[in-house]
Structures are given as C-alpha cells and as structure tokens.
C-alpha cells in the first residue's frame, strides 16, 4: 500500500473516538465513551486526540457528511435567519436582534474596532532613554 494511503488510517479506537465525538461534538464525553476513564483526564486526553492531524481530518469529514444529510447549508441558514429577523412575528425581540447581528456579521457589516492612542513603538538603546526621560524631567 502506498505510504499515503497508510498514513490516513486511524486504529480502530481513533475511529470510534472520532464517531463518538461527532454524536455531541464532544472530546471528554466521546474519550470516555471510547477509553474510560475519568472525567479530568478524559478531557486532557480527549483534546489530545483532538490535536492529531488525522483525526481532525476525519472530524471535518464526517460533520461535512452530517451537513450534507441534513441539508445545512450557508444559503438555507441564511434564509432562516432573515425568516426570524423580517418575517417571523412570534420571535421574541433578542431572537430577532441576534438574526439581524448575524446577517450582519455574515455580509461584514459590523467590524470589531479597537481604538489606541498614541502607541509607538521605538527600538532605543539604554543612554538614549535615559536622554528622553531627562529631557521629559526638565520641561516639568
């Protein structure tokens, strides 16, 4: 078999982990499901697998193959939301709220702005501030 197609196989607890995991997108309850074992170190564990290069690829897989059943798409949820936003008269005012944020968000209408004043950034050396800070003394 060549390397690459050897390289993408998991061992059979992997797989299951992975099955688990995309019950309830879970790494504790799913290593534990899986492994045993107890809670604290079930969740150490569980993030482990998380980290490994394949089961990550094979998670990505199996929840694009859940989307694909369940017919979730970016334009059907888009609809929906706009639904509740514009359409639903039976939403509550916070459901209609977050609808239209996430409308937003989706078309880049609000950015996350982060304001900073006067923030420079200057390599000096040590006799250079020492100068600075007793020009700075002087004019108090």
Known sequence: MPPNKKSTKLNPKHRLFVAEYLKDQNATQAYI???GGKTTSAGVNGHQLLKNTKIQMM????????????????????????EIAYHDKTSKKSDILKACELIGKT??????????????????????????????????
């Open 33 to 35: 499901r899986v492994y």
């Open 59 to 82: 998670i990505e897989r199996g929840l694009a193959r859940l989307a694909d059943r369940a017919l979730i798409t970016p334009e059907r949820n888009l609809k929906r939301i706009a």
């Open 107 to 140: 078309f880049g209408q609000f950015k996350d702005v982060v304001e900073s004043k006067n923030v420079h950034t200057i390599a000096a050396t040590p006799e250079q501030v020492d100068e600075a800070t007793d020009k700075f003394k002087d004019k108090l």
